[in-house]
């Protein structure tokens, strides 16, 4: 596994979906009584309920709401109905745009209550909200074990596909690991990451690292839960206090944050990766690729021109990001290679280099 690949699978959670799952062969048992349900009527049922059931949440603008409506399709339906109604939310409800990953992560809460089952819940998994439903699954599923019995489970609770190794999918389960860890301990980070450092494997433990300081930064005005090691006005914390092991994921998410309290300047967001220490700075700057990318919809001339707003000597670093993010938002290569083919020819190799490892996993 390249450090390229490893980086670009920690790029890809914050702003795009991987839609494929986890590894889930021992997160509930496949033989469950619901599980067998499931898969007789997950490709029949799961048709949208229709938006007009959120009119109401639309104008009372809580997460409350919403939660209530999910839970009442999820109840009388099943998740996938739940998920097809958020994306189509996505498209026209401004609280929803705002709160989808949040909301993702409701939707797989709500599943694993009703199914009891990993395996039963995961038969309605979907792309929506940048793999929400995944990471609510994976917190609800370690909810269940108290801290001994968690930490003895820890090293086998994600299974590698051996003829797909370090996929997406695998990626996500550890990821989606660290989203429940934080949110088990009442957003602690620290305390969450001392569990992500019982994972004997390097590559797995960081995709631990990356739930846990996503997860520190989704919950930042989510409604879900509230974000306790976050600075305004230091808003590279925590990446400059925790371990070095622990750097390189919490650098990957970090600008999700830097651009949250600096209103979106880009270039004063810039500035403060290059202020970063010195062996992060790219990191940084393929963090700003990514949501450049997300908030650009893609857009090769946009992308360029934003990430032409920082150093020159790490734009290819955020061209890198923004094409990686291309790849998981379309699950294919067609809007990273368009991206590619713009850039400045100096910035062009490792644009195609990260669309390549991106490709890879998939």
């Given at each position: 596994?390249?450090?390229?690949r490893?980086a670009?699978?920690?790029?890809?959670?914050l702003?795009?979906?991987?839609?494929l799952?986890y590894?889930?062969?021992?997160?509930?048992?496949?033989?469950?009584?619901?599980?067998?349900?499931?898969?007789?009527?997950?490709?029949?049922?799961a048709?949208?309920?229709?938006a007009?059931?959120?009119?109401?949440c639309?104008?009372?603008e809580t997460?409350?709401?919403y939660q209530?409506?999910?839970r009442?399709?999820v109840?009388?339906?099943?998740?996938?109905?739940a998920?097809?109604?958020?994306?189509?939310?996505?498209?026209?409800?401004?609280?929803?745009?705002?709160?989808?990953?949040?909301?993702?992560?409701?939707?797989?809460h709500?599943?694993f209550?009703?199914?009891?089952?990993?395996?039963?819940?995961?038969?309605y998994?979907r792309e929506?909200?940048?793999?929400?439903y995944?990471?609510g699954?994976?917190?609800?599923?370690?909810?269940q074990?108290?801290?001994?019995?968690?930490?003895?489970r820890?090293?086998g609770?994600?299974?590698q596909d051996?003829?797909?190794?370090?996929?997406?999918?695998?990626y996500?389960c550890?990821?989606g690991?660290?989203?429940?860890?934080?949110?088990?301990?009442?957003?602690?980070?620290?305390?969450?990451?001392r569990?992500?450092?019982?994972?004997?494997?390097?590559?797995?433990r960081?995709?631990?690292?990356?739930g846990?300081f996503?997860?520190n930064?989704?919950?930042?005005?989510?409604?879900?839960?509230?974000?306790?090691?976050l600075?305004?006005?230091?808003?590279?914390?925590?990446?400059?206090v925790v371990?070095?092991?622990?750097?390189?994921?919490?650098y990957?998410?970090?600008?999700?944050?830097?651009?949250?309290?600096?209103?979106?300047?880009?270039?004063?967001?810039?500035?403060?990766?290059?202020?970063?220490?010195?062996?992060?700075?790219?990191?940084?700057?393929?963090?700003?690729?990514?949501?450049i990318?997300?908030?650009?919809?893609l857009?090769?001339?946009?992308?360029?021109?934003?990430?032409?707003?920082?150093?020159?000597?790490?734009?290819a670093?955020?061209?890198?990001g923004?094409?990686?993010n291309?790849?998981y938002?379309?699950?294919g290569?067609?809007?990273?290679?368009?991206?590619?083919r713009?850039?400045?020819?100096?910035?062009r190799?490792?644009?195609?280099k990260?669309?390549?490892?991106?490709v890879?996993?998939?």
């Amino acid at each position: 596994m390249s450090p390229v690949r490893a980086a670009l699978l920690a790029l890809c959670t914050l702003l795009v979906g991987a839609g494929l799952g986890y590894g889930a062969a021992n997160l509930g048992d496949s033989g469950h009584p619901a599980a067998a349900a499931v898969a007789r009527d997950a490709k029949t049922t799961a048709h949208a309920s229709g938006a007009s059931a959120f009119a109401a949440c639309k104008k009372d603008e809580t997460f409350g709401c919403y939660q209530r409506e999910f839970r009442r399709i999820v109840d009388a339906q099943n998740p996938g109905v739940a998920l097809d109604d958020l994306d189509a939310l996505y498209k026209s409800d401004a609280y929803v745009k705002r709160e989808c990953h949040p909301l993702a992560h409701e939707i797989g809460h709500l599943a694993f209550a009703k199914y009891k089952s990993v395996t039963a819940a995961e038969q309605y998994a979907r792309e929506t909200c940048w793999s929400g439903y995944h990471h609510g699954l994976m917190e609800s599923y370690i909810s269940q074990f108290d801290d001994k019995q968690l930490r003895s489970r820890m090293n086998g609770i994600c299974k590698q596909d051996e003829t797909h190794p370090y996929s997406l999918a695998y990626y996500n389960c550890w990821h989606g690991l660290g989203h429940g860890l934080t949110i088990r301990f009442m957003q602690d980070i620290f305390h969450a990451l001392r569990f992500c450092n019982v994972i004997r494997h390097s590559w797995e433990r960081q995709s631990c690292y990356s739930g846990v300081f996503m997860q520190n930064i989704v919950a930042n005005g989510s409604g879900m839960h509230r974000a306790i090691d976050l600075k305004p006005s230091d808003p590279i914390y925590p990446c400059d206090v925790v371990t070095e092991q622990e750097k390189p994921s919490c650098y990957l998410m970090q600008t999700s944050y830097v651009l949250q309290v600096k209103n979106w300047n880009l270039p004063v967001a810039f500035r403060i990766c290059n202020r970063v220490e010195s062996r992060y700075v790219g990191t940084c700057y393929r963090s700003m690729g990514r949501d450049i990318s997300g908030a650009a919809l893609l857009d090769p001339g946009t992308i360029v021109s934003q990430c032409g707003l920082g150093a020159a000597a790490h734009r290819a670093e955020c061209i890198a990001g923004a094409a990686a993010n291309a790849v998981y938002d379309r699950h294919g290569r067609a809007m990273a290679d368009a991206l590619c083919r713009l850039v400045d020819p100096a910035d062009r190799a490792a644009c195609l280099k990260a669309t390549d490892d991106a490709v890879a996993t998939l």
